[in-house]
């Protein structure tokens, strides 16, 4: 555990070699999402995953609204605990937000930015509609509010990655998940993509192909789609995810 802005925050550290790699979970994730990817890169270099404040193992201290740019100090906080100068960042759903916010507030230490299928742009959501979901997430009924949002995103995944991935909502606080989920209302992910000059990639489900993904708002972002999937693709496809990192990281580190 290392120290954190909002209490201490869980990471699972290991491997050597090599430029790091930072992996950072989705709203009501964990570490235990990059296992796959994890094993995989830490035969030939070192490869860190954390849990976000109020996510997994980390606690979450004091009360609030919470921000995207908050968890980035999560991540801050780690590689800055672990002496980490310079390292590649990856990101899920949530965690795509979160890299991109600490990529655009720190540029000069990410070598480069890997999007899986990142959240798209809250802030289009109509501000009755906001206020409506985070007032249904303070209820003793949001964990089904949230299990029906992402029904559709977990259709076309196996049964087993369906399973788990409600599992770890049920396992996570209800200021947690309410936390990840009202962040990227808020965010700017135009700006903050944009700040950020280095080697990029956005792979995306046919879910996330609408009018407010990353993708969508900012053309020069390189993007490719994969298919058969749901939204967490690491889980539901890991030998494809880790084919598409180790082509990543070849061009970039």
């Known amino acids: 555990m290392l120290k954190g802005p909002a209490g201490a925050l869980h990471v699972d550290d290991g491997g050597k070699g090599g430029v790091p790699v930072v992996f950072v979970h989705a709203s009501c994730g964990n570490t235990t999402h990059w296992a796959a990817q994890l094993a995989h890169l830490r035969k030939r270099r070192r490869a860190v995953a954390l849990d976000l404040r109020g996510h997994g193992k980390s606690t979450l201290d004091g009360g609030g609204p919470i921000s995207v740019e908050d968890f980035a100090a999560d991540v801050d906080a780690v590689v800055d ?54 007032q249904a997430l303070s209820t003793d009924a949001w964990g089904a509010v949230i299990a029906e949002y992402w029904a559709p995103m977990l259709a076309p995944s196996r049964p087993e990655v369906r399973e788990r991935v409600l599992s770890d909502l049920r396992a ?82």
């Open 81 to 134: 605990g672990l002496g980490l100068q310079r390292f590649v960042l990856v990101g899920h759903s949530l965690g795509g937000a979160v890299t991109t916010a600490y990529a655009a507030a720190h540029p000069d230490r990410v070598v480069g930015l890997f999007l899986l299928d990142p959240a798209s742009d809250g802030r289009v959501i109509p501000a009755e509609q906001a206020a409506g979901l985070m």
């Open 172 to 253: 996570t606080s209800q200021v947690g998940a309410s936390a990840g989920l009202g962040s990227l209302l808020t965010f700017d992910p135009v700006t903050a993509l944009r700040r950020y000059k280095g080697p990029r990639l956005t792979v995306v489900t046919a879910f996330n192909q609408e009018p407010n993904s990353y993708q969508r708002l900012v053309p020069e972002l390189p993007s490719m789609q994969v298919d058969g999937t749901g939204h967490w693709v690491q889980l539901d496809a890991p030998d494809a995810v880790n084919t598409l990192l180790d082509g990543f990281l070849s061009s970039t580190t």
